[in-house]
């Protein structure tokens, strides 16, 4: 009797040691923990609005809302590098892309991670 | 005669410097950059299409975790009136799929020839390990075939011109004929 307690007390805490680790991976794969900005340069009246990260499928999904508080148009440029678990950068530079926002504008940039081990994300933005 | 040669000479020399001096000098730039050199489709679109499809196959449902298809690719066919190498954008987006992963692609058309004629190398071929030969038969057949369009608008006037491109792609399963996944992205440039 007394050796089942013993059975049943070590297997709760290994129960409770592999829910811990697996809500500590989940929550490493929800959102980007960084999920950094960086403005290359002077962009003036260019505010970021939100930077949301949503892993769908494995795969993390970044939403990035631009805001042109210029009363004239802006021709800019971004791009997204990806970091794994370990903050290590994924893959190749990604290439700049350009964007375009009218006065006032705010407009939202998607990026999709390059694959499966992307844990976190920075987001580049030039003139 | 030694006056003659000394004058040549220092014509040569001022010649070439002026050369020199005219020409424009090289400077590396960034492979990655957006590029307006000229209104033609160049490396920032060519970078922009790859990146855009190739992250919109990654969160489709032809890609599921563990699955990787088997996809064989069919050149971007050119449907505008200037020249652009197409191939280029095949390759940018196989290259961009194999680095993630999560699909695998067969032997193309293109390559078809290469592959039968190795073969036939190394099992017509007396110099090969016979326990290493790669035997025929074994090749796999693609599950899904890519293939796609990119397509253009010009506007054009005394001072201004106006192009819009528009890419296309899908992926067709061999086996049923389905539309499995499809996606366009376009780009408007401008030169005023």
């Given at each position: ?62 939403l ?9 148009e ?14 290590v950068?994924?893959g ?11 006065p ?24 | ?22 020409s ?72 961009e ?17 290469q ?23 074994k ?46 992205t ?7």
């Open positions: 009797m007394r050796s089942w307690f013993k059975q049943l007390r070590y297997l709760s805490a290994l129960g409770l040691l592999l829910f811990l680790v697996s809500c500590s991976f989940m929550g490493k794969k929800n959102g980007c923990p960084n999920g950094d900005v960086v403005f290359v340069g002077d962009l003036g009246d260019i505010d970021i609005v939100k930077v949301s990260c949503i892993p769908k499928d494995g795969i993390l999904r970044v990035v809302e631009i805001k042109n508080d210029d009363d004239k802006r021709s800019l440029a971004y791009r997204f590098d990806w970091f794994d678990e370990e903050g950068v994924l190749r530079e990604e290439a700049w892309k350009p964007v375009y926002l009218y006032k504008e705010v407009k939202t940039i998607r990026g999709t991670a390059p694959n499966w081990l992307a844990a976190d994300t920075k987001f580049l933005i030039k003139e | 005669m030694f006056q003659r040669t000394y004058v040549l000479r220092v014509a040569l020399l001022i010649v070439f410097s002026m050369v020199l001096g005219c424009k000098s090289v400077r590396y730039g960034d492979p990655k950059g957006i590029e307006t050199v000229s209104i033609e489709f160049g490396s920032t679109d060519l970078h922009k299409v790859a990146e855009e499809m190739t992250r919109s196959m990654l969160v489709s449902q032809l890609v599921v975790e563990g699955n990787r298809p088997l996809i064989t690719v069919q050149d971007v066919k050119n449907l505008t009136s200037e020249y652009i190498d197409t191939r280029a954008i095949t390759d940018s987006i196989r290259t799929l194999a680095r993630s992963g999560v699909v695998r692609f067969v032997v193309d058309e293109e390559a078809m020839a592959q039968v004629s190795e073969l036939d190398r190394q099992q017509d071929g007396e110099y090969y390990d016979q326990e290493t030969i790669a035997e025929k038969g090749m796999l057949g693609a599950a899904y075939r890519l293939e796609g369009s990119i397509r253009s608008i010009v506007k054009q006037s005394s001072d201004v011109k106006d192009v819009y491109y528009k890419v296309n792609l899908q992926v067709w399963e061999i086996r049923t004929g389905i539309l499995e996944w499809s996606d366009e376009d780009i408007r440039k401008i030169r005023d």
